[in-house]
């Protein structure tokens, strides 16, 4: 299992913008992809986004062209712009990827709330 750190939750006001980061030490040189989610209170969790190895990205329809994924090295970003109160939620990162058993770890999560 890869030891999964986020950072860069917190509040801000609709409309605002925020940036999370992901490390996972290895996770790129394994061929790993780096997922997000996100869980609110009362609800289930929630697929954000994914980078994956080969540098391709996707989205939720929810956070698409507000949400954007990036990569330097270890550390996967993401990108928060234009954010609603609905976007409220703890932000997690998993890395992940098929028949990869290396490919295995989650993060502590991070909160992200959105003031109207």
């Known amino acids: 299992v890869m030891e999964v750190e986020e950072s860069g939750g917190g509040s801000v006001q609709a409309g605002g913008s925020l940036r999370l980061s992901c490390t996972a030490p290895g996770f790129t040189a394994n061929g790993c992809d780096m997922e997000w989610y996100r869980e609110a209170v009362g609800k289930k969790r929630e ?9 391709t990205t996707r989205y939720a329809d929810s956070v698409q062209g507000r949400f954007s994924v990036s990569q330097d090295a270890d550390t996967v970003y993401l990108e928060m712009n234009t ?33 109207s």
């Open 47 to 55: 697929w954000v986004s994914t980078m994956a190895s080969d540098g």
């Open 83 to 115: 954010l609603k109160p609905e976007d409220t939620a703890k932000y997690s990162c998993k890395i992940n990827k098929p028949l990869n058993w290396k490919c295995l770890g989650w993060g502590q999560g991070t909160q992200v709330t959105v003031s």
